[in-house]
């Protein structure tokens, strides 16, 4: 859309006539600026200005990307965890006790409630707030929850387990749009890069410099969803995107975060980009007007 290249952001498709507001969870490995001015672009290509510009208030959860070694810690001297039976409250506390405060802030300073946008696994972890505050601060605080590239399932029996059984735990206690009744559900998913095995890659070096987003792609669906052969945004399989009993829509083209996977190159063809901002948008506006 040319935003790479330093043209003025298009007019947008919509604009929100209630003045809503979204708190954006980010995915893990993500520091809060990456929503604002990622990898260093001016703040009007962020995700945040994006969302500006159409009429709605945001608010970042304020997480630095040093804090992630938190979670590290947690899998570390909690026992369930290290046997692959974690709970997101434990080695993610901190992540939802920030959000938890920062999603109060909003709902008293705009007076009605916000609609949490996760993106990566921030959208399990919106899931994983739910799930630990309750349905009673849930419908007081939560207008809905869109997920933007969130893995949803744990990978399949026999796989490495990032989450150290969290997602696991968090599916069985609360599976699928749990609070369905009550507050919206939206999932988003790309269906941008099929994977392909390159042979002698070696898939931690990667996240270093890729040989390409295919092989990249191989290996981050891999430690997902058990399968590198698939489709998906370029490190979440579609498949694994798409949360039962929420509304879903997948996008052509769209890639997961602000970089291209396996490279510190920008691309303006991500969930968080104004390419496709419109295009999901609509979803959460039709959604907002109904609720």
């Known amino acids: ?19 809503d507001s979204f708190v954006i969870l980010p995915g893990f490995g993500n520091d809060a600026i990456d929503y604002v001015e990622p990898l260093g672009q001016d703040a009007a290509v962020g995700l945040a ?9 945001v608010t970042i959860t ?4 040093g804090d992630w070694l ?12 290290r046997n692959g039976n974690g709970k997101a409250e434990v080695a993610y506390g901190w992540y939802l006790d920030e959000s938890k405060r920062l999603v109060e802030e909003s709902v008293q300073s705009g007076g009605k409630p916000v609609v949490l946008l996760g993106h990566s696994a921030g959208g399990w972890l919106a899931r994983a707030l739910l799930q630990r505050e309750g349905l009673d601060w849930t419908s007081r605080h939560v207008k809905g929850v869109v997920t933007l590239g ?20 968090l599916n069985n206690a609360q599976p699928g749009a749990f609070f369905s009744d009550d507050i919206f559900y ?17 898939p931690i070096l990667e996240l270093i410099q890729s040989p ?51 490279t510190t190159k ?17 979803v959460v506006l039709d959604a907002l007007a109904e609720a």
């Open 1 to 19: 859309d040319g935003r790479l290249d330093g043209e003025p952001p298009p007019k947008p498709r919509r604009v929100a006539a209630d003045k």
């Open 49 to 57: 200005a994006c969302l500006n510009r159409r009429g709605f208030g």
């Open 62 to 65: 304020p997480v630095q990307r």
């Open 70 to 81: 938190k979670v590290f810690l947690g899998f570390l001297f909690d026992e369930d965890s």
């Open 150 to 169: 969130s893995p949803h399932f744990p990978p399949p029996e026999g796989f490495m387990d990032m989450t150290c059984g969290c997602v696991r735990n």
């Open 186 to 202: 939206i999932s988003i998913a790309g269906d941008a890069v099929v994977g392909e095995q390159i042979e002698g890659n070696v």
């Open 212 to 262: 390409s987003p295919e092989s990249t792609a191989y290996n981050s669906y891999s430690a997902v969803c058990g399968k590198g052969n698939v489709t998906g945004d370029g490190v979440v399989p579609l498949a694994w995107a798409h949360l039962p009993g929420a509304k879903q829509l997948t996008i052509e083209g769209c890639l997961h975060s602000i970089n291209i996977a396996g």
């Open 266 to 282: 920008p691309t303006d063809s991500s969930y968080l980009c104004e390419k496709y901002v419109d295009t999901w948008l609509d």
